[in-house]
Nanobody, 127 residues
Framework: QVQLVESGGGLVQAGGSLRLSCATS????????MGWFRQAPAKEREFVTS????????ESQDSVKGRFTISRDNGKNTVFLQMNNLKPEDTAIYYC????????????????????WGQGTQVTVSS
């Protein structure tokens, strides 16, 4: 079965950076679209950014454009989220997700598109 494990979260001051990793196993990672989502206290899970498995197409929410970058290393079955210039409103639990049913060029932006989820890693940004 497909499993995803996030790591790299922590406490950082506003303006700082973090790099999250999501290691996958149990499937064909190179053929999955991958996404990052986040959930703050008392709020629903929301889309952050995603990447297709062919062509390098990416999507992202407006609030993180220019600050967050998603990338993947198919040889290591790992997807990354580089987060720069972090803001207090970025505080949330960050989840990675895999979509095994998408077209090769697709980078879905909705939670319902993804079938497999990690356990999450906490990111806290202080002012």
């Amino acid at each position: 079965q497909v499993q995803l494990v996030e790591s790299g979260g922590g406490l950082v001051q506003a303006g700082g950076s973090l790099r999250l990793s999501c290691a996958t196993s149990g499937g064909t990672f190179s053929r999955y679209a991958m996404g990052w989502f986040r959930q703050a206290p008392a709020k629903e899970r929301e889309f952050v950014t995603s990447i297709a498995w062919i062509g390098g197409r990416t999507e992202s929410q407006d609030s993180v454009k220019g600050r967050f970058t998603i990338s993947r290393d198919n040889g290591k079955n790992t997807v990354f989220l580089q987060m720069n210039n972090l803001k207090p409103e970025d505080t949330a639990i960050y989840y990675c997700a895999a979509d095994i049913n998408s077209h090769p060029w697709s980078a879905p932006t909705t939670t319902t598109a993804y079938e497999h989820w990690g356990q999450g890693t906490q990111v806290t940004v202080s002012s």
